[in-house]
């Protein structure tokens, strides 16, 4: 159904995610379920395409969705978030586990052979629905967490540290909710 996957990679897109994300809130508000999301952005992607050429970016984008698709429970969701940004949704997941499918999928990724030479990296920030108070800052959590693992050297994952009040983080970051 076009209305709900990326053209491109056939992977959810960011209206299902909205969806998808905002049902696991629920979830664990009414019924305390665990759900953990994960910010999965591209090391120096620029670079592939620089490199390699846009054509060769698209498909290194359409192979991670494979290896992570791949890898994740069919009650999971993968989303195209952006450009080269994707999420992870994990139903009934607590932040343990979420870590381990996070650092399991850092490390498929870094051992596939997605480029023509050299590996391809991915940089995971892990935020869990429990640290989170609505859909906005919980997105929030996830993008701190990630741009904690950029800036840590990258080819990481890192959890959200930020248990902020939402408001007091709404201050902090631009909504990326639309």
Not at 24 to 53: T, V
Not at 65 to 75: D, N, Q
Not at 143 to 158: F, I, P, T
Request: glycine letters at 6%; a positive charge.
């Amino acid at each position: 159904d076009m209305a709900i996957t990326d053209p491109l990679t056939g992977a959810y897109n960011r209206r299902y995610l909205e969806e998808k994300a905002r049902s696991a809130i629920d979830s664990w508000q009414r019924y305390r379920r665990c759900a953990a999301m994960l910010l999965i952005d591209i090391d120096f992607f620029k670079r592939i395409n620089d490199k390699y050429g846009h054509s060769m970016g698209d498909t290194a984008i359409k192979q991670l969705v494979a290896v992570i698709s791949g890898r994740i429970r069919t009650v999971d969701t993968l989303c195209r978030f952006g450009g080269e940004e994707f999420v992870v949704l994990l139903q009934e997941t607590g932040i343990e586990s979420a870590v381990r499918v996070a650092e399991e999928l850092r490390a498929l990724v870094e051992t596939s052979r997605i480029l023509p030479e050299g590996n391809m990296t991915i940089s995971i920030g892990v935020a869990e629905v429990v640290a989170a108070a609505d859909l906005d800052h919980w997105f929030r959590l996830a993008d701190s967490a990630l741009y904690l693992a950029k800036s840590n050297g990258r080819n990481r994952v890192e959890i959200a540290k930020d248990v902020l009040p939402a408001r007091e983080a709404r201050t902090r970051t631009v909504p990326r909710w639309r």
